[in-house]
């Protein structure tokens, strides 16, 4: 008589890290129009359905202190984007690049001084 052999929980949990990651990187695509975090939650529900994870196991994997953290710049963000700072800073680079290489200097030079602001560190 045989039996059939389990599919070992790895093979599983690959499959489901490589389609929920298809699906987060491939939404041009248009195959299941899904943004990243529910892609993200389908991928959660996939892993806990078929055995992979334990609802305890992935209650466990979340990081409380990095979801505040995400959270907190997202809000930055988006007031700075509703008070037009972000259109108020590319301007003030095009009026004072004249050259590409201007232009490139201008967007390092920003992007290094303010990327301590966006990363929740510091602003020297």
């Known amino acids: 008589m045989h039996s059939l052999n389990p599919i070992p ?4 949990a690959i499959a489901i890290f490589c389609v929920t990651y ?20 389908l991928g959660t529900v996939l892993m ?3 055995g992979v994870l334990s609802p305890q196991q992935a209650y466990q994997a979340v990081d ?11 809000l930055v963000s988006a007031y700075l984007f509703i008070s037009g700072f972000f259109d108020w ?5 095009l009026r004072r690049a004249k050259t590409p290489q201007a232009l490139l200097g201008y967007v390092i030079f920003t992007s290094g001084r303010y990327r301590p602001c966006w990363s929740m560190t510091r602003c020297a």
């Open 64 to 74: 409380y202190d990095t979801l505040v953290l995400l959270l907190g710049m997202m």
């Open 22 to 41: 298809l699906l987060i990187s491939g939404r041009q695509l248009k195959l299941l129009p899904l943004n990243r975090p529910a892609a993200a939650l």
């Open 9 to 12: 929980k790895e093979i599983v």
């Open 48 to 50: 806990v359905a078929c």
């Open 89 to 93: 800073a590319a301007d003030w680079i």
